[in-house]
């Protein structure tokens, strides 16, 4: 069953958490954020400043409605988009700014709202990876026009897949709500009647049911995931050889920097310990490489962070045991 009593519940609970009038369930961040990019009207080569430094859904959404992505470079201390280096970017064809709060760290939402309002775009927040982040006591997911998160299974909670989309904006609330189901009408919901083109971006009950239920564990589940960080940090810090993630309340994965990385990531692997480089830069994807001409180069301080870092293996119930073993392994491959 979809769009039952448990998504309605779901959704109720997620717009409680976050602050916020409207949720609306999907079944993915990144139909969520496809959502959004239609409702807010960006199409045909209008222009959308985000980050190359991101999973490529939040610029390929842009993408699906013919829009391009304006990449703006990172800055290193919170590997957010640089806010410093966005009005320079601004032309007449720029719709919005779709900032991402990566790995839960929070994107500068005073200097977004502050430039988005003076040039009169929209702003979007793909919070995909930071259900429970705080930013000057106001949860993530709060910011902008409308926002998303992602509930895939190594974000904070899981249900399976799904997403939600977040927004104080009626017309935006009953727009994704009518799209996510086939474009049928909101009020007067007759099954075979498609007012507008739509998608099956459905959430399934069970999926709403498992979201209700991790939602009521969010706290748990984020002191879980601190400790874990934690121990990481203590384990690692005295390690010149490896740069740890800056302090945070909200974890959603523990990403390290490190030199002669690619060799590191075989041989953890070898060990049978999984570990990935995360992220590659969008516009050095081969799709945008040799859709946009982008190039080594473009953007420097994303591509020297990329370059270097391991996502080291991270859930919830990782135990220090298991902790301590990665560790030992990972110090000892580093040393060869
Ligand atoms: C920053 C970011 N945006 C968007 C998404 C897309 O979410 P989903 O996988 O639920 O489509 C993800 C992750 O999966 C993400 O990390």
Redesign the pocket.
Known sequence: MTLGPKLKEFEKKIAQYVGKKYAIGVN??????HLIIKVLNIKDNDEVITTPF??V??SNCILYERARPVFVDINPKTLNIDVSKIEKKITNKTKAILA???FANSADWDELTRIAKKYNLYLIE?S??ALGTEYKDKKCGSFGDAA?F???P??QITCG???MILTDDKNISDFCYSMRNQGRRKENNKWLEHIRLGYNYRMPEVCAAMGIAQLKRIEEILEKRAEVAYLYNEKLRDFQEIKLPPNAKNW?VCVVRMNDRDRIIKEMIENGIQCSDYFQPIHLQPYYREKFGFKKGDFPICEQISERTIALPFYNNLQEEQIDYIVEILKKIIKQ
């Open positions: 993915s961040g990144t139909a969520g954020l991101s999973f859904s939040s991402i709060d990566i793909d995909a990876e998303i992602s509930f895939y190594n974000k897949e799904g997403g959603f």
